[in-house]
Nanobody
Framework: QVQLVESGGGSVQAGGSLRLSCAAS????????MGWFRQAPEKEREFVAA????????NYADSLKGRFIISRDNAKNTVYLQMTSLKPEDTAVYYC??????????????????WGQGTQVTVSS
């Protein structure tokens, strides 16, 4: 089992940047593909980005390409989401998730086996 803890959220003005981190417990972090999702108020949770076990494959929501970058450090059991040029519509709770299918970069929530509790990101105009 994997436990995931997100951090790095906060409040930022439009145009600013934030880097989210997701720390995983256990020695098998490198066996999992990882993903980031987000849920805005009164909206369904949506896919943001995913990265394969090795970090060699990534996948992004089309609307976020060029502004968000997912990366991972297997030695630190951590996956990151670098967010730039933030917009008010990026305001949401951001969740990281782990997928046992190590080579997957699935955008589907059902593909993920473990979830963190989320971290709030608020972007003001």
């Amino acid at each position: 089992q994997v436990q995931l803890v997100e951090s790095g959220g906060g409040s930022v003005q439009a145009g600013g940047s934030l880097r989210l981190s997701c720390a995983a417990s256990g020695r098998t972090f490198s066996s999992y593909a990882m993903g980031w999702f987000r849920q805005a108020p009164e909206k369904e949770r949506e896919f943001v980005a995913a990265i394969s076990r090795s970090g060699g494959n990534t996948n992004y929501a089309d609307s976020l390409k060029g502004r968000f970058i997912i990366s991972r450090d297997n030695a630190k059991n951590t996956v990151y989401l670098q967010m730039t040029s933030l917009k008010p519509e990026d305001t949401a709770v951001y969740y990281c998730a782990a997928n046992r299918a190590a080579s997957s970069t699935s955008p589907y929530q059902a593909s993920y086996d473990y979830w963190g509790q989320g971290t709030q990101v608020t972007v003001s105009s």
